[in-house]
């Protein structure tokens, strides 16, 4: 019976003696190996059935197991009587008889030879799959790397192209500037107002295109920082209403009762959307009027939303020219340019400038309808109703202003001859006697030479030392440590800013060069001082310059003439912020700490600066370099000298003295 069964089942079935011969075979391996019944019986079952590429070491525990009639279970590669493999699972037990005594072994096998060629297909397959998956890989982070490499000349080539483009026209707008200040015939300042308009055109696609470069590859950043609406909206108008007065058009602004005075975020960025807009308007409408008008959408206790919208009469736009007017190198109709398609790159850059400071942008109106372009965007709030002050250059500069620049002593470091001509002619305008360098070494010598200079026009990209190695050399000078320094540079990126400010320039100046901007900057940095009508005659000799006071307040009454109090508040704050710094400072330059002293001197510099308490900016101003250099030698000096100061300051607020 136990026969009849074995020869129905798919399994190999073979009983061995305890020396490992064949005594019986089932059906199933007479059909598998290829053996007839006759053929198996008496040979050994291992001898039988291996190969040469039988694994030895399963086969000899197989063996073992024979011998010593143990239980096993293997996995192992036979061969047929043909020669074909034969994978098998195998099982190897003792065969008990009644009492319980085992003098045979039951050898029970599992071809498995299709499953384990399947799995082992299936294991290839994986693996040329992972194969393929890495290739891809590799191939995908080489196409990244060669887009980041793409990209980034790309960036180089933008900004250099810009540089080079900005160098002439910082000439040629500088001489259209001085020529508009000569006497010209009507037709003759016609001709020279048109070259200037075309000039600043020209340079605004420029700023358009560096604009761009850098918001494709992530580099734009927003400044968040606290302004008027109401400012903006001003200058917007007074830059706008100037073409659509020549077009006849009516330009009207209104703004919503409930919108905030003071928001907080980037003015700039909002008002150059303004100014891309309206511009569009401008150029897309033949005849009527302009609206932009401001709602508030929503608000909570840290931000608005504030709703744009441009409206104008004209012709609209079709579906096809709304999806294509906001992408860049597009034009909206390639068939007919419309007179509005030197608008097209700036509105481009609008409606990514709109996604960044959290809004949307769309379009409004069918051909033949009046149309309408708006968006949103998002502000933070500033607390309280104090109104910004208005900073020097947001509104013309009076005679009597640039006065106080009169008898100033600048030092120009700039290689560009063209340049140096207009710079220094613009300055000499407002009574500013100048010298000029052609590069940053033979600015140093001048400067260890004769020191008694108000302050430095730093231009940047110069062969040899070029404007950043020759500020940090300025800042490191003991005498020269405390001088102002501004750039001028034709690289008017944010990364260029941000280099410039940490390489210990005061502030920066764009290329081409803006004469309101110029003098404005000027008065940021010179403190005020009493206007000198004629330099020394010959033969006397000069006095000794003044040195700039401990405390002067008047940038503080100049930003608030009309808030004593708060003038009072805001230096009562800083010499208790900069007092609380001082035990920090000593220990830091005890200690060894150049980090500390870096990030307190940097911390307070510019605080200090606002409040007119000039030698403690340039102490902080000081300490941060050292910081910055690990040199702390004499640190300690300058740490000492704060009280004093810092006390001075405090008795005259608490005294009144020139706040009012």
Same mark, same amino acid.
């Given at each position: 019976?136990?026969?009849?069964?074995?020869?129905?089942?798919?399994?190999?079935?073979?009983?061995?003696?305890?020396?490992?011969?064949?005594?019986?075979?089932?059906?199933?391996?007479?059909?598998?190996?290829?053996?007839?019944?006759?053929?198996?019986?008496?040979? %050994?079952?291992?001898?039988?059935?291996?190969? =040469?590429?039988?694994?030895?070491?399963? $086969?000899?525990?197989?063996?073992?197991?024979?011998? +010593?009639?143990?239980?096993?279970?293997?996995?192992?590669?036979?061969?047929?009587?043909?020669? $074909?493999?034969?994978?098998?699972?195998?099982?190897?037990? %003792?065969?008990?008889?009644?009492?319980?005594?085992?003098?045979?072994?039951?050898?029970?096998?599992?071809?498995?030879?299709?499953?384990?060629? +399947?799995?082992?297909?299936?294991?290839?397959?994986?693996?040329?799959?992972?194969?393929?998956?890495?290739?891809?890989?590799?191939?995908?982070?080489?196409?990244?790397?060669?887009?980041?490499?793409?990209?980034?000349?790309?960036?180089?080539?933008?900004?250099?192209?810009?540089?080079?483009?900005?160098?002439?026209?910082?000439?040629?707008?500088?001489?259209?500037?001085?020529?508009?200040?000569?006497?010209?015939?009507?037709?003759?300042?016609?001709?020279?107002?048109?070259?200037?308009?075309?000039?600043?055109?020209?340079?605004?696609?420029?700023?358009?295109?560096?604009?761009?470069?850098?918001?494709?590859?992530?580099? &734009?950043?927003?400044?968040?920082?606290?302004?008027?609406?109401?400012?903006?909206?001003?200058?917007?108008?007074?830059?706008?209403?100037?073409?659509?007065?020549?077009?006849?058009?009516?330009?009207?602004?209104?703004?919503?009762?409930?919108?905030?005075?003071?928001?907080?975020?980037?003015?700039?960025?909002?008002?150059?959307?303004?100014?891309?807009?309206?511009?569009?308007?401008?150029?897309?409408?033949?005849? #009527?009027?302009?609206?932009?008008?401001?709602?508030? &959408?929503?608000?909570?206790?840290?931000?608005?939303?504030?709703?744009?919208?441009?409206?104008?009469?004209?012709?609209?736009?079709?579906?096809?020219?709304?999806?294509? &007017? *906001?992408?860049? *190198?597009?034009?909206?109709?390639?068939?007919?340019?419309?007179?509005?398609?030197?608008?097209?790159? #700036?509105?481009?850059?609008?409606?990514?400038?709109?996604?960044?400071?959290?809004?949307?942008?769309?379009?409004?109106?069918?051909?033949?309808?009046?149309?309408?372009?708006?968006?949103?965007?998002?502000?933070?709030?500033?607390?309280?109703?104090?109104?910004?002050?208005?900073? =020097? #250059?947001?509104?013309?500069?009076?005679?009597?202003?640039?006065?106080?620049?009169?008898?100033?002593?600048?030092?120009?470091?700039?290689?560009?001859?063209?340049?140096?001509?207009?710079?220094?002619?613009?300055?000499?305008?407002?009574?500013?006697?100048?010298?000029?360098?052609?590069?940053?070494?033979?600015?140093?010598?001048?400067?260890?030479?004769?020191?008694?200079?108000?302050?430095?026009?730093?231009?940047?990209?110069?062969?040899?030392?070029?404007?950043?190695?020759?500020?940090?050399?300025?800042?490191?000078?003991?005498?020269?440590?405390?001088?102002?320094?501004?750039?001028?540079?034709?690289?008017? #990126?944010?990364?260029?800013?941000?280099?410039?400010?940490?390489?210990?320039?005061?502030?920066?100046?764009?290329?081409?060069?803006?004469?309101?901007?110029?003098?404005?900057?000027?008065?940021?940095?010179?403190?005020?001082?009493?206007?000198?009508? @004629?330099? =020394?005659?010959?033969?006397?000799?000069?006095?000794?310059?003044?040195?700039? =006071?401990? *405390?002067?307040?008047?940038?503080?009454? @100049?930003?608030?003439?009309? +808030? %004593?109090?708060?003038?009072?508040?805001?230096?009562?704050?800083?010499?208790?912020?900069?007092?609380?710094?001082?035990?920090?400072?000593?220990?830091?330059?005890?200690?060894?700490?150049?980090?500390? &002293?870096?990030?307190?001197?940097?911390?307070?510099?510019?605080? $200090?600066?606002?409040?007119?308490?000039?030698?403690? +900016?340039?102490? *902080?101003?000081?300490?941060?370099?050292?910081?910055?250099?690990?040199?702390?030698?004499?640190?300690?000096?300058?740490?000492?000298?704060?009280?004093?100061?810092?006390?001075?300051?405090?008795?005259?607020?608490?005294?009144?003295?020139?706040?009012?």
């Amino acid at each position: 019976r136990l026969s009849v069964v074995a020869n129905h089942t798919d399994s190999l079935v073979a009983i061995t003696n305890r020396e490992g011969l064949i005594e019986w075979v089932n059906q199933a391996f007479v059909l598998v190996t290829g053996y007839a019944v006759k053929e198996a019986i008496g040979q %050994p079952f291992q001898g039988l059935l291996s190969g =040469p590429d039988t694994d030895r070491l399963v $086969a000899a525990t197989l063996t073992e197991a024979l011998r +010593s009639q143990t239980t096993v279970c293997e996995e192992i590669l036979y061969r047929r009587k043909n020669g $074909a493999a034969l994978r098998a699972s195998v099982r190897i037990a %003792p065969l008990r008889n009644s009492g319980s005594h085992s003098d045979r072994m039951v050898v029970v096998q599992q071809d498995i030879t299709e499953r384990r060629a +399947s799995e082992l297909a299936s294991q290839e397959q994986i693996r040329c799959l992972e194969r393929d998956l890495e290739r891809q890989a590799g191939e995908l982070l080489a196409a990244r790397n060669e887009a980041e490499a793409a990209s980034e000349a790309r960036n180089r080539f933008i900004a250099g192209i810009s540089h080079e483009m900005r160098t002439p026209l910082n000439a040629i707008v500088g001489f259209i500037h001085l020529c508009l200040q000569t006497g010209l015939t009507t037709q003759q300042r016609e001709y020279v107002a048109n070259t200037e308009h075309a000039a600043r055109n020209l340079i605004r696609i420029v700023d358009d295109v560096l604009d761009y470069s850098a918001i494709e590859s992530g580099a &734009l950043k927003l400044e968040r920082a606290a302004f008027e609406l109401h400012s903006v909206m001003s200058q917007v108008e007074a830059l706008v209403g100037i073409a659509a007065r020549a077009r006849g058009l009516d330009l009207r602004m209104d703004v919503a009762t409930d919108v905030p005075a003071v928001l907080q975020g980037d003015s700039k960025r909002i008002e150059q959307v303004l100014l891309n807009l309206l511009g569009h308007a401008v150029a897309q409408t033949e005849r #009527g009027a302009i609206a932009l008008q401001v709602q508030r &959408l929503r608000a909570d206790a840290e931000s608005v939303e504030l709703g744009f919208r441009v409206g104008f009469s004209g012709t609209g736009h079709t579906a096809d020219q709304q999806k294509r &007017l *906001f992408q860049a *190198f597009s034009q909206s109709d390639d068939a007919n340019a419309r007179p509005f398609s030197d608008h097209h790159l #700036g509105l481009a850059i609008s409606a990514r400038l709109v996604q960044q400071l959290g809004g949307r942008f769309w379009l409004e109106g069918r051909p033949g309808e009046d149309g309408a372009i708006a968006f949103t965007a998002r502000f933070g709030r500033i607390s309280g109703t104090r109104t910004l002050p208005v900073l =020097p #250059g947001a509104e013309p500069l009076r005679s009597d202003t640039l006065g106080q620049l009169r008898g100033r002593r600048v030092l120009v470091v700039e290689d560009n001859a063209f340049n140096q001509a207009v710079i220094v002619e613009l300055l000499a305008a407002v009574g500013i006697r100048t010298q000029v360098a052609n590069h940053g070494l033979e600015a140093l010598q001048i400067l260890e030479s004769d020191s008694q200079f108000d302050i430095v026009l730093m231009d940047v990209m110069m062969p040899g030392i070029d404007g950043h190695e020759a500020t940090r050399r300025i800042r490191r000078h003991p005498q020269l440590s405390g001088l102002r320094i501004a750039a001028m540079t034709a690289n008017a #990126g944010a990364d260029d800013r941000q280099r410039c400010i940490e390489s210990g320039m005061d502030d920066f100046h764009a290329k081409p060069v803006d004469p309101a901007s110029l003098y404005a900057m000027l008065l940021r940095l010179l403190p005020a001082a009493a206007a000198q009508s @004629s330099p =020394p005659s010959a033969g006397s000799v000069a006095a000794p310059r003044s040195p700039k =006071p401990d *405390f002067d307040p008047g940038a503080l009454r @100049s930003l608030f003439p009309n +808030s %004593p109090e708060y003038v009072r508040e805001m230096a009562e704050k800083f010499v208790h912020h900069a007092s609380a710094a001082v035990p920090g400072l000593r220990d830091a330059c005890a200690g060894g700490n150049p980090e500390v &002293l870096r990030d307190i001197g940097h911390k307070y510099k510019s605080s $200090a600066a606002m409040i007119g308490a000039n030698r403690i +900016s340039s102490i *902080f101003a000081e300490l941060e370099r050292c910081g910055r250099s690990g040199d702390l030698s004499g640190c300690e000096l300058r740490i000492n000298e704060l009280p004093g100061l810092l006390d001075q300051i405090e008795q005259l607020v608490a005294a009144g003295t020139h706040l009012a």
